[in-house]
């Protein structure tokens, strides 16, 4: 079993930055694809990231070149660098582990998740 815990989540205006974490608990993710996903109100819930047990890295097309995702497998930490925030990216932000794929974009393919955390951009 892996827990995992969303944090750094909170309220930007509009061009800003946050960093979210994603701590992993109950044994390593370094063999682990990590991915990003996120649900805003009334929305289904949608890839945003994903990095391979290698680093491969895969980005939606919303937000590739403002977010950055990383791993510290030292730390068993996973992370989401979001630069050039815009209202739109308001959404519940969730980590996922997938202990036997590549980085998957499909939610169903990951088998533990994250409680999310919050991130709110206002105009």
């Known amino acids: 079993q892996v827990q995992l815990v969303e944090s750094g989540g909170g309220l930007v205006q509009a061009g800003g930055s946050l960093r979210l974490s994603c701590a992993a608990s109950?044994?390593?993710?370094?063999?682990?694809?990590m991915g990003w996903f996120r649900q805003a109100p009334g929305k289904e819930r949608e890839f945003v990231a994903a990095i391979s047990w290698s680093g491969t890295i895969y980005y939606a097309r919303s937000v590739k070149g403002r977010f950055t995702i990383s791993r510290d497998n030292a730390k068993n930490t996973v992370y989401l660098q979001m630069n050039s925030l815009k209202p739109e990216d308001t959404a519940v932000y969730y980590c996922?582990?997938?202990?036997?794929?590549?980085?998957?974009?499909?939610?169903?393919?990951?088998?533990?998740w994250g409680q999310g955390t919050q991130v709110t951009v206002s105009s």
């Open positions: 996922a582990a997938d202990p036997y794929g590549w980085g998957s974009t499909l939610d169903d393919e990951y088998d533990y």
């Open positions: 109950g044994r390593t993710i370094s063999s682990n694809a």
